[in-house]
Nanobody, 120 residues
Framework: QVQLVESGGGLVQPGGSLSLSCAASGSIFSINAMGWYRQAPGKQRELVARITSDGSTNYADSVKGRFTISRDNAKKTEYLQMNSLKPDDTAVYYC??????????????WGQGTQVTVSS
């Protein structure tokens, strides 16, 4: 069984910073891409940032220059540093990972979601 456990999030004022982390555990043979999605009330889930196993990254235009995704392969953990937060960043943030397990092949796994609220 594989689990992705998120931590971080919370309430922050506009212009502030927050850091999210997501740790994968379980019977994992390899992890390829990892990333973060978010879903605001009444909106579709959207990709925020993605990082491949060799460290290549891509970001949604709305967060470029403000958010940074990183990963620690040894710890099977990814991070999202969010700076200069705006009210429009308010959403539930979900981490995901593309994971290879023995006998079952590659699959996407998701974290439970963590609320990020940007408000004064």
């Amino acid at each position: 069984q594989v689990q992705l456990v998120e931590s971080g999030g919370g309430l922050v004022q506009p212009g502030g910073s927050l850091s999210l982390s997501c740790a994968a555990s379980g019977s994992i043979f390899s992890i390829n891409a990892m990333g973060w999605y978010r879903q605001a009330p009444g909106k579709q889930r959207e990709l925020v940032a993605r990082i491949t196993s060799d460290g290549s990254t891509n970001y949604a235009d709305s967060v470029k220059g403000r958010f940074t995704i990183s990963r620690d392969n040894a710890k099977k953990t990814e991070y999202l540093q969010m700076n200069s937060l705006k009210p429009d960043d308010t959403a539930v943030y979900y981490c995901y990972a593309h994971i290879l397990r023995s006998f079952t092949g590659w699959s996407d796994y998701w974290g439970q979601g963590t609320q990020v609220t940007v408000s004064s």
